[in-house]
């Protein structure tokens, strides 16, 4: 049996993430906004993007927590937050989704969110993946390494020294696989499980502008922030 030992720099590694993690939340909870009212097709679609696009900025300030990060080239540094920004966003939509509410709390959310605008072909796809998501009962600090991670992918679009990134993404990778051992004793391919639901992340983050223009409303607005950094509009 392989003794699993986290090491001082993986300790404070993780602490770094966590801390940054938990410092950049969602200014007002979505779920609490959606629980409260029945919002119509228009008022969703407003919510979805006014959320999205604090959520941004959240991940930038988080990113720049990364060590190392902000000593990468200035290029790469945006490709690598324009290419995980959706990803994301559905990771952090899958959190708030799988975050246990009193009884009966959690069914309305679904229900509110399947009735949101949402075009059906993309409601299966999306709840599989966030129902995937609850079935790991990931803890806070995989949640948050998880989200590193994805941001530190060397092969997005646009990066030129993918060596760099990797240089970054590594360690974590290499703390999260250990946190999962120690975290899921029993389960010995956890990890691999954790990396797959990145692949599954990946086919969702293919529909989600068509996700967007086929919101059952006419005339999408979208924030200049969200033009920039998704592919819309
Ligand atoms: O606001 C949201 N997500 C935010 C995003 C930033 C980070 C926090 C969560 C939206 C809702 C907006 C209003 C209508 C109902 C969906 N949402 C989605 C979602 C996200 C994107 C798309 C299209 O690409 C479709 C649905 N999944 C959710 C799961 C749980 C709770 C909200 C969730």
Known sequence: KEKVEITKEQKALT????EAYNRHQIPQDVAKKL???????EENFLLLTEMATSQVQ???EFTKSIP???SLDHEDQIALLKGSAV????????????????NGHNGILEERIRKSGISEEFITPMFNFYKSIIGLHMSLEEQAL???ITIL?????????????EKLQEPMLDVLRKVCVLQHPQEPQYFARLLGRLTELRTLTHYHAEMLTSWR??????????CEIWDVQ
């Not at 629980?35 to 097709?41: A, E, G, T």
């Not at 060397?154 to 990134?165: E, S």
Request: hydrophobic share 45%; aromatic share 10%; net charge positive.
């Open 15 to 18: 602490k770094v993430i966590v």
């Open 35 to 41: 629980l409260q009212d029945q919002y119509s097709v």
């Open 58 to 60: 959240v991940i930038v």
């Open 68 to 70: 190392g990060f902000l």
């Open 87 to 102: 990803e994301a966003m559905f990771l952090r939509s899958a959190q708030v989704f799988s975050k246990k509410m009193p």
């Open 146 to 148: 998880l989200t590193a």
């Open 153 to 165: 992918t060397p092969d997005r679009p646009y990066v030129k020294d993918h060596q760099a990134v």
């Open 217 to 226: 409303m006419n005339d999408h607005k979208f924030t200049p922030l969200l």
